[in-house]
T-cell receptor, first 109, second 112 residues
Framework: AQRVTQPEKLLSVFKGAPVELKCNYSYSGSPELFWYVQYSRQRLQLLLR??SRESIKGFTADLNKGETSFHLKKPFAQEEDSAMYYCALSGRGTYKYIFGTGTRLKVLA | NAGVTQTPKFQVLKTGQSMTLQCAQD?????MYWYRQDPGMGLRLIYYSASEGTTDKGEVPNGYNVSRLNKREFSLRLESAAPSQTSVYFCASSGGGRDEQYFGPGTRLTVT
């Protein structure tokens, strides 16, 4: 079954602390993985995708095919990182995304 | 460019009423999508349209119908609203395939 799992509904960290938002997936094939973010009162937007291998706003994510994971990391959290984060998967030859249930990140002052 | 627009922003319906949510995009995208967002459930795909003239069911299509009116517009219709359809509805568009999806601002629907 195709599935994206985000085990944490809520993650609270202090400003300056490292952050890791977990994402595991189940997919038979070569998926493309994404992280989308929804800041308060803003629409959902792409943060990063594994194929681009970029660092956006200090966030990085590495695709680990052996562990079927795509965890999102940032070494030093900022208050403006507080938002809802969704991991998503798109399979080859499909137009559909599969989203995880989301993790709300709260960065405390 | 406005990107993806949705109307209305808020709506309250009584059980059994019908309504249509409108979505339009000005990015010349081929693919359009309707999702619902519920607490603890994440984003679930209701219907999508890979290209103009085609529509397909997603994960939770029951109780909904869609129309891809033209390349720009993709509407979602609730024929007989039920309280279980209380949710936030998002429209999205993309160039297709694994391209980035661009989301609208959402419609908050309450069915009493």
């Amino acid at each position: 079954a195709q599935r994206v799992t985000q085990p944490e509904k809520l993650l609270s960290v202090f400003k300056g602390a490292p952050v890791e938002l977990k994402c595991n997936y189940s997919y038979s094939g070569s998926p493309e993985l994404f992280w989308y973010v929804q800041y308060s009162r803003q629409r959902l937007q792409l943060l990063l995708r594994h194929i681009s291998r970029e660092s956006i706003k200090g966030f990085t994510a590495d695709l680990n095919k052996g562990e079927t994971s795509f965890h999102l990391k940032k070494p030093f959290a900022q208050e403006e990182d507080s938002a809802m984060y969704y991991c998503a998967l798109s399979g080859r030859g499909t137009y559909k995304y599969i989203f995880g249930t989301g993790t709300r990140l709260k960065v405390l002052a | 460019n406005a990107g993806v627009t949705q109307t209305p922003k808020f709506q309250v319906l009584k059980t059994g009423q019908s309504m249509t949510l409108q979505c339009a995009q000005d990015m010349n995208h081929n693919s359009m999508y309707w999702y619902r967002q519920d607490p603890g459930m994440g984003l679930r795909l209701i219907y999508y349209s890979a290209s103009e003239g085609t529509t397909d069911k997603g994960e939770v299509p029951n109780g909904y119908n869609v129309s891809r009116l033209n390349k720009r517009e993709f509407s979602l219709r609730l024929e007989s609203a039920a309280p279980s359809q209380t949710s936030v509805y998002f429209c999205a568009s993309s160039g297709g395939g694994r391209d980035e999806q661009y989301f609208g601002p959402g419609t908050r629907l309450t069915v009493t």
